[in-house]
């Protein structure tokens, strides 16, 4: 995944917003690499959620607030499958997905009701029921092989089977 410069500036202007404070200058995964902001903003979300942050400290210690931070954010509802992990972060292997965890978190927000400061990325959908009619879903059946990409008899023969050189 390429990252987005926008929605980075996005998600540090989120967080400032919740913060009610300015962030420190620098790039995006330095402001958040040292996991202080982050603990910060759980807490903020989340009032207790993260209870020692190590403002400073050896790169372990650091480490230690990221892994906080994921598990409080867990706690708060985002997907595990969109937590980042901690090295994606701390040694910048995935920024991308740091910004997508944090636009969960963004979005989790609005399932809390007691929350209510800024919320980040789109408004969640709630739930929507469709129900088709038996004659709604037979006029489908149609359509469903033009969808699924016919291919007017092309076929794989003369592929060769699996593993066998091609002749040329």
Known sequence: MPRNKEQEAEVLQWISD?????????????????????????????????????????????????????AAIKKYGVPEEEIFQTADLFERRNIPQVTLC??????????HPEYNGPTLGPKMADK??????????????????????FNKGASQAGQG?????RHM
């Open 102 to 111: 944090l636009y969960s978190l963004g979005r989790i927000t609005q399932k």
């Open 161 to 165: 089977s699996f593993g066998n050189t």
């Open 128 to 149: 929507n029921e469709r129900n088709f009619s038996e004659e709604q879903l037979r006029a489908h059946h149609g359509e469903l092989n033009l969808q699924m990409g």
């Open 18 to 70: 919740v913060l009610g404070e300015k962030l420190p200058p620098g790039p995006y995964e330095d402001v958040l690499k040292d996991g202080v902001v982050l603990c910060k903003l759980i807490n903020k979300m989340a009032p207790g959620s993260v209870k020692k942050i190590q403002e400073r400290g050896t790169n372990f210690q650091l480490m230690e607030n990221i892994q906080r931070f994921q």
